[in-house]
């Protein structure tokens, strides 16, 4: 009876983690194939705050972008 128990308990933290691996490895991957912004964002939305973007001002933003990621 208690190690019926202890099994169960073990297994739900040895599945705990193997599943937060897992998804942070899917989460990770995915990002990487479909970034969340890409130039075209950013240049639309420096537009909307009334500025002209340079293709320098671009790509320090993305590199910010990609530097969290």
């Known amino acids: 009876m208690l190690r019926d128990i202890l099994y169960l308990v073990f297994g739900l ?3 705990g983690f193997i599943g937060f691996f ?7 991957k995915y990002l990487k194939d ?4 890409n130039e075209k ?3 639309a939305m420096m537009s ?5 973007p340079t293709q320098k001002q671009v790509n320090q933003m993305m590199k910010q972008m990609n530097k969290y990621m």
């Open 41 to 43: 964002m950013i240049r």
């Open 34 to 37: 479909n970034p969340p912004i």
């Open 13 to 15: 933290i040895a599945g």
């Open 22 to 28: 897992i998804a942070r490895r899917y989460m990770k």
């Open 48 to 52: 909307g705050m009334g500025r002209t």
